[in-house]
């Protein structure tokens, strides 16, 4: 479903909207994103002239709290995520979750043990590139919003140290992590050697993601932001938005990992539609409809047409993603407009 928890903190898209939708952008945010950029500046900012960079100063605060990971002593913007990482790792290989798309890599998933991942560092060669990074990304998104469990972090993480690789969390969704399975934030973050938080996705800030980890770490990744380009003065307001989302919107999240189970399970009583409601953990579902016959990219048009948007993968592919302004009523009925449009598209080939 759509991200469009963007009106104003802490209030939800009116129930008698004419569009709403299960995929994880929003259109009508693209002017809001185009003008506050990408990601929000949290540390080592020395702009005096920002009023309101006291709210800044408070979401550093509030993210290191959540973090709770000694060795994690600062926190960035995320542009320079990966570039810092791979500063002089000319050739280098990150491992990460299967069908990520950052750079050359390996894949793992979730259900990867650290001997599988230890079979994925190449060996040194001088014809190949040196694994040097792992990422673990929490949830995994390719994996349906499945939440990696805490010992399985920690043991693939063991098991990259051992080998010479530093561990990266790719927390885009770690609060959803944390709801779905009552593990601290900072608990998962901690075999890492470095960790980033997303304040948009579920916990519905228009803008900004943190990036945490050593302080010579985000020394060198604030030189990366500087080269991309990232100065931010007019942070404070940005700053102030995901404050909200982290003070007010992370114990809703089980609302909407409800609301995917409910979807999950409507979506299973439609002839055709392959899915398994009892692996749903968090806010994210794939289902298959290649069983209908139809084309999930007409699929995807049709509901759209009604205002619903269900993003499609592949023929017979299609993702939701529940969210702060999509209801229980909303869901329900964007099933049933599922229905109703596979059910139109046998009866037109029969």
Known sequence: MVRSSQESPGRRTAEKTSLFGLVSFQPRLAIVLIFLTLTIAVVGIRISRDSGIRRVDDLVRQAQR???????????RDPAEVEARVKEWTGAEIILPRDEQQFAYTGIDREKTGRQVAAAIR????????????????TSMVGGGTVWPLERVREVAAVARAHGLAVHMDGARLMNAVVASG??????????????????????????????????????????????????????????????????????????HANARRLAEMLAEIPGVAVQPSRI????????????????????????????????FSASTMRAVTHLDVTRAQVEAAARALGEVLGEARRQRA
Request: charged content about 20%.
């Open 281 to 312: 953990e968090t806010n994210i579902l794939f289902f298959d409809i290649a069983g209908t016959g139809a084309d999930a990219f007409q699929v995807h048009d049709r509901l759209l047409a009604q205002g619903i948007r269900i993003g499609a």
């Open 183 to 256: 593990v601290a934030a900072g608990e998962f973050a901690r075999p890492c050697d470095s960790a980033w938080i997303d304040f948009t996705k579920g916990l519905g800030a228009p803008v900004g993601a943190v990036l945490a980890g050593s302080k010579a770490f985000i020394e060198e990744a604030w030189r990366w932001k500087h080269q991309f380009g990232g100065a931010m003065r007019q942070s404070g307001i940005i700053a102030a938005g995901c404050l909200y989302a982290l003070e007010n919107h992370v114990e809703r999240l089980a609302e909407d």
């Open 123 to 138: 060996p040194p060669r001088r014809h190949h590139p040196r694994s040097r990074l792992l990422v673990v990304e929490q």
């Open 66 to 76: 959540a973090f709770a990971v000694p060795h994690q002593e600062g926190a960035a």
